[in-house]
């Protein structure tokens, strides 16, 4: 089983819509979460990132933790052409004696006009 | 200000050269680190540094070699070429070994033939 898991898609929604991406995990050592937006043939930028469990908002993005349930999702309300790319689910804790973090596949995600 | 940049932007190489990929960054961040990136694999680390002169192995370091002279320049080596290398590589860096924050480069996709 692999420590975080996300259905890498490809997911289709029509412009306007709201998208809900999610991922699992199963290392109870990590402690902050992250999201990161991929377009074609670039290097991911960080979208948010989170310690705690609950909402965290920032303007049409809300990340999602839950730690109980091990789950984490981020909601992208009014999606434009423009969301069009593969998001990246990360999280980190200290395991092994050091700070690590491990990155989801990805869910490739398309917004059609 | 280019934040993190990384060249070549394309290479092949042919099984059994070596080659160096250059990573630098312009953020005075501390960390920095090197993953890869395939398909259905995820982003996976490869070495990181967590300061000039200060290296150390990530989850996947076999047949790859770091230095850290500087805190600008975080070059990757690739020591004998195999196929099973052919990835695309991305060098990130970050105020803090938790990499909350991690700033990537556009990448370098390496073909071994």
């Known amino acids: 089983q692999k420590e975080v898991e996300q259905d890498p898609g490809p997911l289709s929604v029509p412009e306007g819509a709201i998208v809900s991406l999610n991922c699992t995990y199963s290392n109870s050592a990590f402690q902050y979460f992250m999201w990161y937006r991929q377009y074609s043939r670039k290097g991911p930028e960080l979208l948010m990132y989170?310690?705690?469990?609950g909402n965290k908002e920032d303007g049409r993005f809300t990340a999602q933790v839950d730690k109980s349930s091990k789950y984490i999702s981020l909601f992208i309300r009014d999606s434009q052409p423009s969301d069009s790319a593969t998001y990246l689910c990360a999280m980190g804790g200290r395991t092994g004696g050091y700070q690590k973090v491990t990155f989801g596949i990805g869910t490739k995600l398309q917004v059609i006009p | 200000n280019a934040g993190v940049t990384q060249t070549p932007k394309f290479q092949v190489l042919k099984t059994g050269q070596s080659m160096t990929l250059q990573c630098a960054q312009d953020m005075n961040h501390e960390y920095m680190s090197w993953y890869r990136q395939d398909p259905g694999m995820g982003l996976r680390l490869i070495h990181y540094s967590v300061g000039a002169g200060i290296t150390d192995q990530g989850e996947v370091p076999n047949g790859y070699n770091v230095s850290r002279s500087t805190t600008e320049d975080f070059p990757l080596r690739l020591l004998s070429a195999a196929p099973s290398q052919t990835s695309v590589y991305f060098c990130?860096?970050?105020?803090?070994?938790?990499?909350?924050?991690?700033?990537f480069g556009q990448g370098t996709r390496l073909t071994v033939v």
């Open positions: 990130a860096s970050g105020r803090d070994r938790r990499n909350t924050e991690a700033f």
């Open positions: 989170t310690y705690s469990s």
